[in-house]
Antibody, heavy 119, light 112 residues
């Protein structure tokens, strides 16, 4: 079955960096676009970034553009989110998910990784 | 960005009764390919979101048939024909016809 397992969350000071990883299994990772969606405390869902199946195209929300970088290693079935210059506004649970391009739904989600930005 | 507006914000439903959630988009979600790029998700308490409906009206695998989606253009509806206790949580609509994909603010469904 499809599994997405995030890791790398934690508490970080404003201005510092953090990298999230998402290990995928149960499907052909290299055939699917992947994305990150976040959810601030008590808030709704916010799309963060998307990467195409072969990694050649990346898209970002304006709120993270220039600070976050999404990447993937298809040989390791792993998705990454490098987060730099973090602010308190980035505090959220970050979900790794599959799909989300055009008519293709976001059909599977990980359990989420909590990132807390605090001094 | 396309704005997705859900109503109501919350819903308290007696088990076995129907429920309906509305989602309105600021632009048409009908693509030139004939498909409608709107989806519905349920986030149960303490869990990640799960896909219910894609393409406005297609149930995802293993989604009970008491869930149905309808609508076109800019107005969409998610209906639960008979609410069960396991249906509690926050329901979100989402569009992906245009980047960035955007979500509605969510509708919280509780059981009376």
């Amino acid at each position: 079955q499809v599994q997405l397992v995030e890791s790398g969350g934690g508490v970080v000071q404003p201005g510092r960096s953090l990298r999230l990883s998402c290990a995928a299994s149960g499907f052909t990772f290299s055939s699917h676009a992947m994305l990150w969606v976040r959810q601030g405390p008590g808030k709704g869902l916010e799309w963060v970034a998307l990467i195409s199946d072969d990694g050649s195209n990346e898209y970002y929300a304006d709120s993270v553009k220039g600070r976050f970088t999404v990447s993937r290693d298809n040989s390791k079935n792993t998705l990454y989110l490098q987060m730099n210059s973090l602010t308190t506004e980035d505090t959220a649970v970050y979900f790794c998910a599959r799909g989300g391009v055009g008519p293709i739904p976001i059909d599977y989600w990980g359990q989420g990784a909590l990132v807390t930005v605090s001094s | 960005d396309i704005v997705m507006t859900q109503s109501p914000l919350s819903l308290s439903v007696t088990p076995g009764q129907p429920a309906s959630i509305s989602c309105k988009s600021s632009q048409s979600l009908l693509h030139s390919d004939g498909k409608t790029y709107v989806f519905w998700y349920l986030q149960k308490p303490g869990q990640s979101p799960q896909l219910l409906i894609y393409g406005a009206s297609n149930r995802f695998s293993a989604v009970p048939d008491r869930f149905s989606g309808s609508g076109s253009g800019t107005t969409f509806t998610l209906k639960i024909s008979r609410v069960e206790a396991e249906d509690v949580g926050v329901y979100y609509c989402m569009q992906s016809i245009q980047l960035p994909p955007t979500f509605g603010g969510g509708t919280k469904v509780e059981i009376k």
